[in-house]
């Protein structure tokens, strides 16, 4: 039948013709208004998923894996039986698990310190995986890759676009993690160049911003590292390290007793 004369109905020819074809037809008022509310509640659900999504695809496609290829890892894939220390690496699976839910409300940052191949970027994805499922966007960006894009940029225009790209996006992201901080001073631990340093100066200030009602922080950083933090002192200048190292000892996720399980 046509809108027109569907319109032109009465309720009770309406309700009739609704019997006839066996559809449920909601004439009271408040469950129209319920149906209303409750379509209403789904398309807002619908776009700001579709926009999370689109913005998830972006800060995918900006992120410097090292590599170049995308790593998973959840909190489901930690097995503490790899370690001899199975307690220990279950203390730490759980300190990391405690520190991605407190992050779902408030923000701060996370240092995981240790040797390589003891699963610290593992658990920085797994962390990274909590808040992405809870529609926070997060961004992985391997420092290694970071400074060889910067010193690229130095004589390539492309390069140049990019890393002014990478460092918005880094800035911006909810969740940020910053892998394999402290590479880039290279063995020696000798104090790593001024325009990283400037770079992730910028970077590191952008990302303490608070709520200027609340007061409270607006985003979160992961750092993982095999370095001391006196050999950190050594490579980069103390008002970076202040801006990026955690401030309450809970923060901080250090990988004692644990092997290298690569
Ligand atoms: N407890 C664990 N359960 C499952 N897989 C693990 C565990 N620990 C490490 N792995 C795996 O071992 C490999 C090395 O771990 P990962 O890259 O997380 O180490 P890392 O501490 O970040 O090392 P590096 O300091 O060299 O970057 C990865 O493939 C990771 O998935
Ligand atoms: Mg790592």
């Given amino acids: 039948m046509e809108a027109a004369k569907l319109l032109s109905l ?3 020819s309406l309700r009739q013709l609704a019997v006839e074809h066996g559809v ?5 008022e408040e469950q129209i208004k319920e149906f209303k509310e409750k379509r209403e ?3 807002h659900k619908k ?7 689109k913005k998830m695809r972006f800060f995918d496609s900006i992120s410097l894996w090292s590599g170049d290829e995308k790593i998973e890892f959840t909190f489901n894939d930690w097995d503490a039986t790899k370690q001899k220390d199975v307690q220990q ?3 730490i699976g759980n300190q990391c698990f405690l520190l991605a839910k407190k992050m779902l409300t408030d923000n701060f940052n996370v240092m995981l310190m240790g040797k390589p191949g003891t699963g610290k970027t593992s658990l920085a994805l797994a962390m990274l995986d909590a808040a992405h499922k809870k529609n926070k966007t997060t961004m992985f960006v391997s420092t290694m890759a970071f400074s060889l894009l910067l010193k690229k940029s130095f004589n390539d ?3 140049k676009f990019q890393v002014e790209k990478v460092s918005n996006a880094m800035k911006r992201a909810d969740v940020l993690l910053l892998d394999d901080f402290g590479t880039e001073g290279g063995m020696d631990g000798s104090p790593v160049y001024n325009e990283l340093q400037s770079r992730l100066f910028d970077i590191a200030d952008a990302r303490i911003i608070k709520d200027k009602k609340t007061g409270k922080r607006l985003k979160s950083t992961i750092l993982t590292t095999n370095n001391s933090f006196q050999q950190l002192q050594g490579m980069y200048n103390e008002k970076i390290l202040s801006r990026l190292i955690p401030h309450e000892s809970d923060q901080i996720v ?4 644990m092997e290298d399980v690569r």
Avoid: C, R, Y
């Fill in 24 to 28: 449920e037809l909601i004439t009271d």
């Fill in 10 to 12: 009465s309720k009770d």
């Fill in 89 to 91: 690496a279950k203390d």
């Fill in 47 to 53: 776009l700001t998923d579709n926009l999370f999504q």
């Fill in 157 to 159: 225009k492309n390069a």
């Fill in 41 to 43: 509640k789904e398309w």
């Fill in 254 to 257: 250090a990988f004692k007793n």
